[in-house]
């Protein structure tokens, strides 16, 4: 996922269970008020929980940080190695309706996740995100359930025409909501030109996007990183 050689800091995380799937998160840092904003963070296809955790160093510490673990298991690597829903790698798509397998597992362990981390969660502040197969699952999540949050982060999305009509049947909740969308131009992938399309989407519906390009492959270097964090830090009140 990232350009760096050096792996995530996992310093102040812990591992938790909600409502079926394991989360590691990062409580806030301090807990001045009574509820806490919040980020929820999704892998990628072949990945884990622990590998969104480059992005936190970036992130203001009044969030609180829920990285969840796919539930499939994709391969043996003793690191972790877990999916969402099957994809053909070739071309980066699925089946239809795939995201939908672990989706209703998803909002049902989002919902858990208060009581789980012992925490409210502020509902004006409530964002999520992820990279590559993790921003598919984030977009379907908003499509169905755009009113539980706030905004959305976006990395290395593999379009496709299924998503891009979850989005605009949920259109008239979405108009306006914020989303940060950031693509490599440089895919290893045959998704270089996907940042494009999802935008054109996204702009279509009227959404507050902010669209990023860079020239790297399927993958987030600092500066992607420090721009997705310039673009949500100043949103936490």
Same mark, same amino acid.
């Given at each position: 996922?990232?350009?760096?050689?050096? !792996?995530?800091?996992?310093? =102040? &995380?812990?591992?938790?269970?909600?409502?079926?799937?394991?989360?590691? %998160?990062?409580?806030?840092?301090?807990? @001045?008020?009574?509820? %806490?904003?919040?980020?929820?963070?999704?892998? !990628?296809?072949?990945? @884990?929980?622990?590998?969104?955790?480059?992005?936190?160093?970036?992130?203001?510490?009044?969030?609180?940080?829920?990285?969840?673990? !796919?539930?499939?298991?994709? +391969?043996? =690597?003793?690191?972790?190695?877990?999916?969402?829903?099957?994809?053909?790698?070739?071309?980066?798509?699925?089946?239809?309706?795939?995201?939908?397998?672990?989706?209703?597992?998803?909002?049902?362990?989002? $919902?858990?996740?208060?009581?789980?981390? @012992?925490? $409210?969660?502020?509902?004006?502040? /409530?964002?999520?995100?992820?990279?590559?197969?993790?921003?598919?699952?984030?977009? %379907?999540? #908003?499509?169905?359930?755009?009113?539980? /949050?706030?905004? #959305?982060?976006?990395? +290395?999305?593999?379009?496709? $025409?299924?998503?891009?009509?979850?989005?605009?049947?949920?259109?008239?909740?979405?108009?306006?909501?914020?989303?940060?969308?950031?693509?490599?131009? @440089? =895919? /290893?992938?045959?998704?270089?030109?996907?940042?494009?399309?999802?935008?054109?989407?996204?702009? $279509?519906?009227?959404? =507050?996007?902010?669209?990023?390009?860079?020239?790297?492959?399927?993958? &987030? +270097?600092?500066?992607?990183?420090?721009?997705?964090?310039?673009?949500?830090?100043?949103?936490?009140?």
């Amino acid at each position: 996922m990232s350009q760096e050689n050096s !792996g995530p800091d996992f310093s =102040d &995380t812990s591992l938790i269970e909600a409502a079926g799937l394991t989360y590691r %998160v990062r409580r806030p840092e301090a807990i @001045n008020q009574p509820t %806490v904003p919040t980020i929820v963070m999704i892998h !990628g296809y072949g990945a @884990n929980d622990g590998d969104v955790y480059e992005l936190v160093p970036y992130y203001d510490r009044r969030l609180l940080i829920a990285a969840p673990r !796919g539930p499939g298991l994709y +391969s043996a =690597d003793p690191r972790g190695s877990f999916k969402w829903y099957d994809m053909d790698l070739q071309t980066c798509q699925a089946e239809p309706g795939a995201p939908d397998q672990n989706l209703p597992l998803l909002l049902q362990s989002l $919902e858990a996740l208060p009581s789980s981390v @012992n925490l $409210e969660i502020d509902p004006s502040q /409530f964002y999520i995100g992820g990279f590559s197969q993790g921003a598919v699952m984030s977009l %379907v999540a #908003v499509s169905a359930r755009p009113e539980l /949050f706030t905004g #959305v982060i976006c990395h +290395s999305c593999p379009y496709s $025409e299924e998503l891009a009509q979850r989005l605009r049947g949920a259109a008239d909740k979405l108009r306006g909501k914020p989303f940060f969308l950031a693509h490599g131009m @440089n =895919d /290893f992938l045959p998704i270089a030109e996907h940042g494009r399309k999802l935008a054109e989407v996204l702009r $279509e519906i009227g959404a =507050d996007l902010t669209y990023k390009e860079y020239e790297f492959g399927h993958e &987030t +270097s600092e500066q992607s990183r420090r721009d997705m964090a310039a673009w949500l830090n100043p949103r936490l009140k």
